[in-house]
């Protein structure tokens, strides 16, 4: 079993950056394709950003391309997701999850993701 437990959201002004992170323990796993998504108040949880077991490859969904990144450290067993030039369309609970048959970084859908975090807030503001 594997838990990860998301940190790093807060309030944040619109044009400002955060850096979210994800630790992860249990029997974690080098080779799981990491993610992040997020869910806003009253809305479905969508994809945000995946890596690769390596790190070598990423993914992300266009509304965020440029703007975030995810990499990971395996040694440390964390993922991040750094937000930059973030918009108040970008508030929304966001959560870690791992994929342990990963095939592409490029499946978007959550159910292929095994286990997730609590989730951690993000606000920006105006």
């Known amino acids: 079993q594997v838990q990860l437990v998301e940190s790093g959201g807060g309030l944040v002004q619109a044009g400002g950056s955060l850096r979210l992170s994800c630790a992860a323990s249990g029997r974690t796993d080098r080779s799981y394709r990491m993610g992040w998504f997020r869910q806003a108040p009253g809305k479905e949880r969508e994809f945000v950003a995946a890596?690769?077991?390596?790190?070598?490859?990423?993914y992300y969904r266009d509304r965020v391309k440029g703007r975030f990144t995810i990499s990971r450290d395996n040694a440390k067993n964390t993922v991040y997701l750094q937000m930059n030039s973030l918009k108040l369309e970008d508030t929304a609970v966001y959560y870690c999850?791992?994929?342990?048959?990963?095939?592409?970084?490029?499946?978007?859908?959550?159910?292929?993701?095994?286990?997730w975090g609590q989730g951690t807030q993000v606000t920006v503001s105006s």
């Open positions: 999850a791992a994929d342990q048959n990963p095939t592409t970084v490029r499946d978007t859908r959550s159910t292929f993701y095994d286990y």
């Open positions: 890596i690769s077991g390596s790190g070598s490859s990423t």
